[in-house]
């Protein structure tokens, strides 16, 4: 696979533990809210997603919590599995779509 | 319809030359996104359509860049004179036009410029 740049954020986890990923977004006046999970080569897939009129929402093994005060999303990941490996990205959707920096998640079996 | 698809997958050509990409998206889908990543970093928005209009260009988007959308269905993204700084993954995606509706990714064209 191809190698990521060094400077992007990561978390190390082990297998069966819970992760949480964090994001800070910028436009106060966003109101949708979108969770992607990137693995190498392959375009962002998307995972969750979150209107502003809700803190949280959850489906499979996946939580996203909203804090609007602060300009804060968090992803949360049960149970974390090795195929949950990739770099997880959010992205603000207005009429564009603007994404944060990413972080890289690695599960250690 | 199984979801946004991009060609091609991979392209390499040499500095000078010009490159058309295309994307179709989700049938239905009257939102289209252009993206370029580089290595580590996050997608970087360059322009979307509503349509056939295009809506949006980020300043990314240089006078060497054109995207059109003229059906309202597919879209194609041009790099003339590429230089090797345009060497990139070239995404797309596609949503419904409301601002709340989930938005998809296609595979993208991974662009290398020698």
């Known amino acids: 696979g191809e190698s990521v740049g060094l400077h992007l954020p990561t978390l190390s986890v082990q297998e069966g533990d819970n992760s949480i990923i964090n994001c800070a977004y910028s436009n106060s006046a966003s109101d949708y809210f979108i969770w992607y999970k990137q693995e190498s080569g392959k375009g962002p897939q998307f995972i969750i997603d979150?209107?502003?009129?809700?803190d949280k929402r959850q489906g499979q093994r996946v939580t996203v919590l909203l804090n609007k005060t602060v300009k804060h999303l968090s992803l949360q990941i049960a149970a974390t599995q090795p195929g949950d490996s990739a770099v997880y990205f959010c992205?603000?959707?207005?009429?564009?779509?603007?994404f944060g920096a990413g972080t890289r998640l690695t599960v250690k079996p | 319809d199984t979801g946004v698809s991009q060609d091609p997958r991979h392209k390499i050509t040499k500095r000078g030359q010009n490159v058309t990409f295309r994307c179709d998206p989700i049938?239905?889908?009257?939102?289209l996104y252009w993206y370029r990543q580089t290595l580590g970093q996050g997608p970087e928005f360059l322009t979307y359509f509503q349509n056939e209009a295009q809506l949006e260009k980020s300043r990314l988007l240089s006078d060497r860049f054109s995207a059109e959308r003229p059906k309202g269905s597919f879209s194609t993204l041009e790099i003339q004179r590429t230089e090797q700084g345009d060497s990139a993954m070239y995404l797309c995606?596609?949503?419904?036009?409301?601002?709340?509706?989930?938005?998809?990714f296609g595979q993208g064209t991974r662009l290398t410029v020698v």
């Open positions: 995606a596609s949503s419904f036009s409301a601002t709340n509706t989930e938005a998809f």
């Open positions: 049938s239905e889908h009257n939102r």
């Open positions: 992205a603000e959707k207005n009429n564009d779509m603007r």
């Open positions: 979150i209107r502003s009129n809700m």
